[in-house]
């Protein structure tokens, strides 16, 4: 029988939540890595037993842990607690992260605008987005801040950037948003190998077609009239963006304000926001088997991030955009006053669709119908930073 | 309990082996109670110490100083003998009773909270 895993990352520390495919009894695990922000687990598509966490800490930096079997334990790729290491230098150094520099000067490859509009040097903070491999559980994908994407083929035992993004000219333009210049959305193409989609708060959406090398920006049709120039080729405040598997041309944003569209691969993106109450929010998702079925949290404005007049809603379109209808049943209807980050939601795979997300209140929310109704799975955590699901057979 | 020393390592010049006191967290993430007792290479710094804390536990290499800079990571501060040491130089002797082993080498986080 079909389980479901859910992989939690919170302010203090990281919880799998599981069920059988009935999604009723859940039982809950951990906290991993307590007292450590967890910004981002997930698990390998082409090994779920392999999961890769981010553990990070304003006192101690970057710490990259791996499970080999699920979540039940976790080390560092390559130094495994309890043995000894082997003697000579280290072969295995899993939480360096080094930007690349210029192969011609030596220098760092760019700089970018810092909050007060001089230009700043890249410094490494935290990896806010792990993607796993689609087919070679060894290969896993580094979204980091200040913002740049790191590979590791080893496992997570060394990682090396993916410098043609940094380094492709528009880095001076990028700029931090309050929360940073933090790289948080990596999608693959599972069609086509070579195909990356990221998205950086704020810089905006960018894609390669040839495995990395070469980047370009896909921002035509965004509109941010709060920027200097609401429609430049980069510099927009992208909070996720979300793909179908089946249609990977397709892709769904939900940007700083604006729910957007794009048919052709992030090359033209158009507004669906609709009847949305309001089309500020962070998380965006894609429904597991109806690639026009979309989810959204819409959180009340830019200042005030928690839902309208204290009511919890997720809102559903099932034309794809532009048509949204909330979703309330099972959630709070008053005295709501969380915040749903870009990285808290996540659809299992099962038959009648499960969406989950987590709040900056502690609670994570399912449900088994395609969001018809939710109860709260864990109602206590600490601060939810992301949520991901992995669906087992 | 106290992490003992490497086994089958005499300590350099007979020396005890230096006792360092790291904060909880980096004792959960290298799976350790206790200060650590290490043998550390002469002459006995800041530098020599992490080197050998690092070479040991390699789990803490980038969570008390940068990788690539070797500096303290701005949270931290060293402490030995109830005198703040973290801005002493990295190549500067230890205290004598810290390289004799009678007072331990406090790595501290800054404190969290209001």
Same mark, same amino acid.
């Given at each position: 029988?079909?389980?479901?895993?859910?992989?939690?990352?919170?302010?203090?520390?990281?919880?799998?939540?599981?069920? !059988?495919?009935?999604?009723?009894?859940?039982?809950?695990?951990?906290? *991993?890595?307590?007292?450590?922000?967890?910004?981002?687990?997930?698990?390998?598509? #082409?090994?779920?037993?392999?999961?890769?966490?981010?553990?990070?800490?304003?006192?101690?930096?970057?710490?990259?842990?791996?499970?080999?079997?699920?979540?039940?334990?976790?080390?560092?790729?390559?130094?495994?607690?309890?043995?000894?290491?082997?003697?000579?230098?280290?072969?295995?150094?899993?939480?360096?992260?080094?930007?690349?520099?210029?192969?011609?000067?030596?220098?760092?490859?760019?700089?970018?605008?810092?909050?007060?509009?001089?230009?700043?040097?890249?410094?490494?903070?935290?990896?806010?987005?792990?993607?796993?491999?689609?087919?070679?559980?060894?290969?896993?994908?580094?979204?980091?801040?200040?913002?740049?994407?790191?590979?590791?083929?080893?496992?997570?035992?060394?990682?090396?950037?993916?410098?043609?993004?940094?380094?492709?000219?528009?880095?001076?333009?990028?700029?931090?948003?309050?929360?940073?210049? /933090?790289?948080?959305?990596?999608?693959?193409?599972?069609?086509?190998?070579?195909?990356?989609?990221?998205?950086?708060?704020?810089?905006?959406? *960018?894609?390669?077609? %040839?495995?990395?090398?070469?980047?370009?920006?896909?921002?035509?049709?965004?509109?941010?009239?709060?920027?200097?120039?609401?429609? #430049?080729?980069?510099?927009?405040?992208?909070?996720?963006?979300?793909?179908?598997?089946?249609?990977?041309?397709?892709?769904?944003?939900?940007?700083?304000? %604006?729910?957007?569209?794009?048919?052709?691969?992030?090359?033209?993106?158009?507004?669906?926001?609709?009847?949305?109450?309001?089309?500020?929010?962070?998380?965006? !998702?894609?429904?597991?088997?109806?690639?026009?079925?979309?989810?959204?949290?819409?959180?009340?404005?830019?200042?005030?991030?928690?839902?309208?007049?204290?009511?919890?809603?997720?809102?559903?379109?099932?034309?794809?955009?532009?048509?949204?209808?909330?979703?309330?049943?099972?959630?709070?209807?008053? %005295?709501?006053?969380?915040?749903?980050?870009?990285?808290?939601?996540?659809?299992?795979?099962?038959?009648?669709?499960?969406?989950? *997300?987590?709040?900056?209140?502690?609670?994570?929310?399912?449900?088994?119908?395609? /969001?018809?109704?939710?109860?709260?799975?864990?109602? !206590?955590?600490?601060?939810?930073?992301?949520?991901?699901?992995?669906?087992?057979? | 309990?106290?992490?003992?020393?490497?086994?089958?390592?005499?300590?350099?010049?007979?020396?005890?082996?230096?006792?360092?006191?790291?904060?909880?967290?980096?004792?959960?993430?290298?799976?350790?109670?206790?200060?650590?007792?290490?043998?550390?290479?002469?002459?006995?710094?800041?530098?020599?110490?992490?080197?050998?804390?690092?070479?040991?536990?390699?789990?803490?290499?980038?969570?008390?100083?940068?990788?690539?800079?070797?500096?303290?990571?701005?949270?931290?501060?060293?402490?030995?003998?109830?005198?703040?040491?973290?801005?002493?130089?990295?190549?500067?002797?230890?205290?004598?009773?810290?390289?004799?082993?009678?007072?331990?080498?406090?790595?501290?986080?800054?404190?969290?909270?209001?």
């Amino acid at each position: 029988m079909s389980s479901v895993r859910v992989l939690v990352g919170t302010h203090k520390g990281a919880f799998v939540l599981s069920a !059988d495919g009935k999604r009723k009894d859940w039982k809950v695990e951990g906290p *991993f890595f307590a007292g450590w922000e967890i910004y981002h687990l997930k698990g390998s598509p #082409a090994d779920p037993n392999r999961l890769y966490a981010s553990q990070t800490s304003g006192w101690f930096g970057q710490v990259m842990q791996r499970s080999d079997d699920g979540g039940k334990t976790w080390h560092q790729p390559g130094v495994p607690a309890g043995q000894a290491p082997a003697p000579g230098p280290p072969t295995a150094l899993p939480n360096k992260f080094k930007y690349d520099v210029s192969p011609e000067t030596g220098k760092p490859l760019t700089t970018h605008q810092w909050y007060d509009g001089t230009q700043h040097p890249w410094e490494f903070k935290r990896v806010w987005h792990l993607e796993p491999s689609l087919t070679d559980p060894d290969t896993v994908y580094a979204g980091v801040e200040d913002a740049a994407l790191f590979r590791s083929t080893d496992g997570g035992e060394n990682w090396n950037e993916l410098s043609g993004l940094r380094g492709h000219g528009t880095g001076p333009r990028w700029q931090p948003g309050a929360g940073g210049l /933090g790289l948080h959305t990596i999608i693959l193409d599972p069609t086509n190998p070579k195909r990356i989609y990221i998205a950086i708060s704020a810089a905006g959406a *960018f894609r390669t077609d %040839d495995g990395g090398a070469t980047w370009k920006p896909i921002n035509k049709g965004l509109r941010s009239p709060y920027i200097p120039d609401p429609n #430049a080729e980069v510099g927009h405040c992208v909070h996720h963006v979300a793909m179908h598997p089946a249609r990977p041309d397709v892709l769904f944003m939900q940007k700083h304000w %604006d729910v957007m569209r794009s048919d052709d691969a992030g090359d033209n993106w158009h507004e669906v926001s609709g009847n949305l109450p309001t089309d500020f929010g962070f998380a965006i !998702d894609v429904h597991a088997h109806e690639p026009e079925t979309l989810y959204v949290v819409p959180i009340k404005s830019d200042s005030e991030h928690f839902p309208l007049d204290g009511k919890l809603r997720v809102y559903r379109s099932r034309k794809g955009g532009n048509e949204w209808e909330p979703l309330s049943n099972g959630l709070p209807e008053k %005295d709501c006053y969380v915040n749903v980050l870009r990285d808290a939601m996540a659809v299992d795979k099962l038959d009648d669709c499960g969406v989950y *997300f987590g709040t900056t209140g502690g609670q994570v929310y399912a449900s088994s119908d395609s /969001g018809d109704s939710w109860a709260p799975i864990a109602r !206590d955590l600490p601060a939810v930073l992301s949520v991901e699901v992995q669906t087992l057979q | 309990m106290t992490a003992g020393a490497a086994p089958g390592k005499q300590p350099p010049e007979s020396r005890p082996p230096i006792r360092v006191a790291l904060p909880y967290h980096l004792r959960n993430l290298a799976h350790i109670e206790g200060d650590v007792l290490l043998d550390v290479a002469t002459p006995a710094t800041i530098r020599a110490v992490l080197d050998a804390l690092e070479a040991r536990y390699p789990m803490l290499r980038g969570t008390i100083r940068d990788y690539e800079t070797g500096q303290r990571r701005a949270f931290l501060r060293f402490f030995a003998c109830a005198e703040d040491i973290s801005l002493a130089s990295p190549d500067a002797a230890l205290p004598q009773a810290v390289t004799s082993g009678e007072e331990p080498l406090l790595i501290i986080g800054a404190i969290a909270g209001g």
